[in-house]
């Protein structure tokens, strides 16, 4: 079920900024009653900022169930149907003027697109989103260098897609994809999902955070034009920090799962998520599930 959905569709443009479409996962402010409802699931995890790390965002993505899928091939096959005479007009004025340049002897310089189809269509999905980050200043728990997040969202299967910068100017853009290997959980209605522990920092330079520090220090060759970001995950342990407004509500522990490798042309950047011990490994550019030892299929058509 991961897999074709991976495969299909983000229900976003990455392009554009993560917010343009309606958001589904609501942050707990700080100090906020919690009231658990039946028909919405709940992720609970923390943050560890050392001072002088950057602020990175985790970004969501919720597979999509059956008639969300439905609904956007609909609106896609609808919105091709629309436009794919002029892409056609397009193409074949291109193909005039290559043609055109090559019989006098000259080197024709522009791309030529490939023949219109529904698959290399850019759909610009104006529906649900399904891909969103959690806002790094809205915890529910502020503290340093340990803050807590709870997040009301929508049942289902999820993976930690990307990492996004969670300051300045580019806060709203994703910048790092988890393209080559990252994990997925699920949630279910009426339970606290306890994610465990969230770190993020940018890749260019050697990071303080233990869990980082192996698969960072790249130097500026990896900025792609932004700064390159990378972020990994840590399951809950018994010893993990609880606020005492969440004592006495439904958490359960989170599972984590290895994710193969997918494709998205509209990152900043591509990364993979760190080893995760048990979890998320990787064997010669393969990801490997940490669980059993054997090779994660990868996401791709």
């Not at 402010?29 to 919690?34: D, I, L, M, R």
């Not at 699931?41 to 899928?69: H, Q």
């Not at 503290?143 to 929508?154: I, M, Q, R």
Request: proline share 8%; net charge neutral.
């Amino acid at each position: 079920m991961i897999r074709y959905a991976l495969i299909l569709i983000a229900f976003i443009t990455l392009s554009s900024p993560l917010f343009a479409q309606e958001r589904q996962m609501r942050p707990f402010k700080e100090g906020e009653a919690v009231s658990i409802e039946s028909d919405k699931a709940y992720i609970l995890f923390r943050t560890v900022r050392p001072k002088g790390t950057a602020s990175i965002e985790p970004v969501l993505l919720r597979v999509p169930d059956k008639e969300e899928v439905a609904r956007y091939l609909e609106a896609k096959t609808a919105a091709f149907a629309k436009e794919k005479p002029k892409l056609i007009e397009k193409r074949e004025a291109l193909l005039a003027k290559k043609e055109k340049a090559e019989s006098r002897g000259k080197t024709f310089k522009k791309e030529i697109p490939p023949e219109p189809s529904l698959a290399n269509f850019v759909f610009n999905y104006e529906g649900i989103a399904n891909v969103e980050n959690v806002d790094d200043s809205k915890a529910f728990v502020k503290a340093k260098p340990e803050s807590t997040y709870l997040v009301a969202v929508k049942p289902g299967d999820y993976i930690i897609y990307a990492a996004s910068f969670g300051s300045g100017i580019l806060k709203p853009f994703l910048h790092t994809c988890f393209s080559l290997g990252t994990v997925g959980f699920t949630v279910k209605p009426g339970e606290i999902t306890d994610l465990g522990y969230w770190y993020g920092d940018g890749a260019k330079l050697k990071s303080d955070i233990p869990e980082l520090a192996e698969e960072t220090g790249f130097g500026p060759s990896s900025d792609t034009p932004f700064v390159l970001a990378t972020g990994t995950v840590r399951p809950a342990r018994a010893d993990s920090s609880l606020p005492s407004a969440l004592t006495d509500q439904p958490i359960v522990k989170g599972e984590y799962r290895a994710v193969g490798k997918f494709f998205n042309a509209a990152c900043g950047g591509i990364n993979r998520m760190p080893p995760v011990p048990g979890i998320l490994a990787y064997q010669g550019g393969k990801v490997v599930d940490g669980k059993t030892g054997e090779i994660v299929a990868d996401n791709y058509p």
